[in-house]
């Protein structure tokens, strides 16, 4: 994914954010629908997402669903319900938008790749399948972006510096100069 996040970023990017995703056979709860900039909070809508299949994904196990056109939306404040996972949007802005725009579901292979803009709407429901899947995630930035963001974590780890694959372990981390981290506010409760 390194080198086609270097297509549209550049020739120095830094790992934000990595996870394993994974879908148990017929428990847990569904991934609500969300903006990953949403989540993040952080304004910045240029880093580049991607999910990977290592399992099978398919309507059936809780693939990732996605409403065609969103990305060209506003950052919309995300939520917390009595029974969310994380923030998520307005559920009623959420079936708003599915009625306008529909719905598509993004059937991968294993080893077949997604990305997409951190303001498209997303989510992955849950896995109705005798048997789970795992997926794997992850989300690119650049040193600009962390340099000019109003938030700064940790230092980040480099993926590809001046175009070159970085595969040195340990790694070596990117830390934005004289920048200090955020406390973010909770997500406001929903009304609904």
Same mark, same amino acid.
């Given at each position: ?10 020739? +120095? !990017? ?5 996870? &394993?995703?994974? %879908? ?5 709860? @569904?991934t609500?629908?969300?903006?990953? #900039?949403?989540?993040?909070? +952080? ?9 990977? @299949?290592l +399992?099978?994904?398919?309507?059936? #196990?809780g693939?990732?669903q996605?409403i ?6 506003e950052i &919309?404040?995300?939520v ?10 307005? =559920? @009623? ?9 529909? !719905?598509?579901?993004?059937?991968? =292979?294993?080893?077949?790749? &997604?990305?997409?803009?951190s303001?498209l ?15 794997i @995630? ?12 109003? =938030?700064? =974590?940790?230092?980040?780890p ?13 790694v ?8 200090? %981290?955020? &406390?973010l506010?909770p ?6």
């Amino acid at each position: 994914m390194a080198p086609l996040a270097c297509h549209y970023m550049g020739s +120095d !990017v830094l790992l934000k954010f990595s996870s &394993v995703f994974v %879908k148990p056979a017929r428990t847990g709860a @569904a991934t609500p629908w969300h903006q990953d #900039n949403g989540l993040w909070r +952080d304004g910045k809508t240029e880093p580049f997402n991607f999910w990977m @299949a290592l +399992d099978p994904a398919t309507r059936e #196990n809780g693939c990732l669903q996605f409403i065609p056109g969103s990305h060209t939306t506003e950052i &919309v404040q995300h939520v917390l319900y009595e029974d969310s996972i994380h923030g998520e949007l307005p =559920r @009623a802005h959420v079936r708003d938008m599915v009625n306008q725009f529909g !719905v598509e579901h993004i059937e991968l =292979r294993p080893g077949d790749a &997604v990305s997409w803009h951190s303001s498209l709407w997303h989510h992955s429901p849950v896995n109705e399948r005798a048997r789970g899947r795992i997926g794997i @995630a992850g989300v690119y930035t650049t040193p600009e972006l962390v340099v000019r963001s109003h =938030r700064h =974590r940790e230092p980040l780890p480099w993926v590809l510096r001046d175009n070159r694959v970085c595969s040195s372990f340990p790694v070596e981390d990117f830390d934005a100069p004289n920048k200090r %981290k955020e &406390v973010l506010e909770p997500f406001p409760h929903a009304d609904e």
